[in-house]
Every structure is written in C-alpha cells, then in structure tokens.
C-alpha cells in the first residue's frame, strides 16, 4: 500500500519568514495530494490540494509543488504569521471511481514566533 | 464549519463496551470516509462508503464496522473496546470518487473517545 513520509516533524520559523514543508510518497500511481492544516483538539482543515496533472499550485501565501518523478511534493508557506502555527499534514491517494483512501504524513508542528 | 457533523463531541466508556459513532455529510456529498487519530498512529483511514456501499477498506479492526443509510448519514460501530482504541474519529465526505475535482474530503470535529 501507500506509504508517505513528510519532514520535518517540527518547524519554527520568525514570523514573515517562509516555512517548507517536505513529503515522500511510494506509489507512483497516486495523484491526489492535499495538504490539511489542523489546530490543537480541532478538525483537520484542507488548506490546498494538487493533482498528479499539475506541478505546481500556489494560492495566495500557500504554494505547494508536486515531482512525479521523484514521488515528492512540498509545502511552501511565505510571510508566515504567528496563526499559521498549527500541525501540518500531507495526504496521498490514488482516485478512482472506486474510492478515495487517504493515507497521511506523520505531521509537521509548526511554531511562527514572534 | 465544514459542514459535516458528528455526535457525539465525547465518548467515555469502559473496555468490553459497544459504542455508534455517527456522521452526516455535507449536503448533496455521497461519500463518507472514516479515519482514527491517535498520538502513536497518527491518521489512519479506516473505511469509505459511497451512496450506501462501502468502497475502500483500510486498517479497520475487525471490531469494527460502519454502515452508511438511505439518508447518506453513516455510523461506525467500535465493540469490545480496548484501552488502545482511545482516539480522536474523525469523518469526512466528498461530492464523489470519480476525478475531476470531487475528491476533496471535508472533515467533520470528530469524536473524542476514551476507553478506560
């Protein structure tokens, strides 16, 4: 099955700098790769998510940028402020008409300090 | 407010016990997915239902089962309860599984059960 491993595991970062977050995944055949964004003891919050037919997306401050070949992609956060501090996921998953299984990232905390 | 609500908010129940989880999707969404958090395994997908069958399979205990209703809204079943099924649960829905821009899944606040 799926396997997908992202780095790092914390990140702290002076706020109005840039955060980059990294993830690995193993089956090529995967191509959907969202990035969800959840705070302490809440639900998991869908921030930007790329198909396997895109190499890069970027919305406003959040980019995230996908290597087929490499089976990676990233997670870029520019001009970080101090609300972006939560935990980070990616997620992989091979879409198809028969399903949509999700297997996550081991999450990213990320600090903006002040 | 995603739009998919789960009750209940809190569960606190003894091993040996039986408890329902329920969800309901965002309006019009078919497709249900349930995933467990727990601080040593992080997010697992566990099951997904599309318009009442079930369509993917994870690492679902075999004490467990979920079912999803005519009205859409789905319930997972966690029996024989163990310390280690303590976890955040979570569900999720999407419009479809077909691609084109229906596979993103919207989660619910999930329901937070202790096993003691």
């Known amino acids: 099955g799926e396997n997908v491993e992202q780095h790092p595991s914390t990140l702290s970062v002076q706020e109005g700098d840039s955060a980059v977050i990294k993830c690995t995944y193993s089956?090529?055949?995967?191509?959907?790769f969202p990035w969800y964004k959840q705070e302490l003891g809440k639900r998991p919050q869908l921030i930007i998510d790329?198909?396997?037919?895109?190499g890069e997306k970027k919305d406003q401050r959040i980019a995230v940028t996908l290597n087929k070949t490499a089976k990676h992609f990233s997670l870029h956060i520019t001009e970080t402020q101090p609300e972006d501090s939560a935990v980070y996921f990616c997620?992989?998953?091979?879409?198809?008409?028969?399903?949509?299984?999700?297997?996550f990232g081991t999450g990213t905390q990320l600090k903006v300090e002040l | 407010d995603s739009g998919v609500t789960q009750t209940p908010k809190h569960l606190i129940t003894a091993t040996g016990q039986r408890v329902t989880l329920r969800c309901s999707p965002r309006?019009?969404?078919?497709?249900v997915y349930w995933y467990q958090q727990s601080l040593d395994q992080g997010l697992q997908f566990l099951i997904q239902?599309?318009?009442?069958?079930?369509?993917a399979k994870g690492n679902i205990l075999e004490r467990f089962s979920a079912q999803q209703f005519p009205d859409l809204h789905s319930e997972l079943n966690l029996s024989s309860l163990e310390l280690g099924d303590s976890a955040l649960y979570f569900c999720?829905?999407?419009?479809?599984?077909?691609?084109?821009?229906?596979?993103?899944?919207?989660f619910g606040p999930g329901t937070r059960l202790l096993v003691l």
């Open positions: 999720a829905s999407s419009a479809s599984t077909r691609t084109g821009g229906r596979e993103t899944q919207y």
């Open positions: 089956d090529s055949a995967s191509n959907y």
């Open positions: 790329i198909r396997s037919n895109v």
């Open positions: 997620a992989a998953s091979k879409v198809t008409g028969g399903g949509n299984k999700l297997t």
């Open positions: 309006s019009g969404d078919l497709s």
């Open positions: 239902y599309y318009n009442g069958e079930e369509r």
